[in-house]
């Protein structure tokens, strides 16, 4: 940042205090930009499937493509409205079909804090419920902060909307392989489409928001309660 002070011709400073109070000031400024966009947490939202890929296709032909593209929407939705904003992006905006490497890779070069990938499940067994979060199966540096916060989304949104919980659970998924090394990241399996209750639940616009405000308080506590790991 450059800031060029311009005084008129002829007028000058009255005295040495006014100039010190002056570059006091310019320094507190400098310090508080400084602050503000060093701590700025850089989040990658990544609502699954999309375009010709539906992903799980429930009761009454709910799509979870649409379920969690309407939920990354309005996540997306509520950190526009606060003062100081995470700097949240999605890997998709609309129903388009994005390959998983260019998920990963959008990450990447974001430098991104966290990837945090949303779907819904599906199982021939109509009595099927509840919540599951994904980890990545292989030890890195960013391991542990994405267990602890796997934990802490299952445990929220089993208690703030009563859903059932799953457990938290490692799987080599492409998207958690392929971010694990650079970022904190989770898979999150919001419930069923195949179960009835559940299905009915996504269908409901009041529901989707609902998960989105917890799912999105929990992402912003969380990273605000720690420093960037970097190299």
């Known amino acids: ?31 508080q930009c400084q602050t503000i966009f060093g701590q700025q947490k850089v989040v990658v939202i990544d609502p699954g499937h999309g375009g010709k890929d539906s992903g799980a296709i429930g009761l009454n032909g709910i799509k979870e493509n649409e379920v969690v593209l309407h939920i990354a929407m309005e996540m997306l939705r509520l950190n526009n409205e606060l003062d100081k904003p995470l700097d949240i992006y999605l ?18 070069a974001l430098k991104a804090d966290l990837f945090v990938s949303l ?15 994904y980890v990545a199966h292989r030890k890195t540096k960013y391991s542990d902060r994405s267990i602890w916060l796997g934990f802490q989304l299952q445990d929220g949104l089993k208690k703030k909307l009563r859903l059932e919980s799953r457990g938290v659970k490692f799987k080599n998924f492409q ?15 919001l419930g069923f489409l195949s179960n009835n209750d559940e299905s009915e639940y996504y269908q409901n616009t009041a529901s989707l ?21 970097r190299d």
């Open 1 to 31: 940042m450059l800031i060029t002070l311009k005084f008129r011709k002829g007028v000058k400073p009255k005295n040495v205090r006014f100039r010190l109070c002056l570059a006091l000031c310019l320094v507190i400024l400098l310090f």
């Open 91 to 108: 890997t998709r905006y609309s129903d388009t079909l994005i390959s998983l490497s260019d998920r990963t890779k959008l990450a990447k």
């Open 119 to 133: 779907h819904c499940n599906h199982s021939d067994n109509p009595n099927a419920r509840g919540i599951e979060v």
């Open 175 to 189: 998207v958690l392989r392929e971010t694990v090394d650079y970022c904190s990241s989770v898979l999150l399996e």
């Open 209 to 229: 928001k609902a998960l989105a405000l917890v799912i999105f308080r929990i992402l912003f506590k969380k990273l605000n309660s720690y420093e960037r790991i």
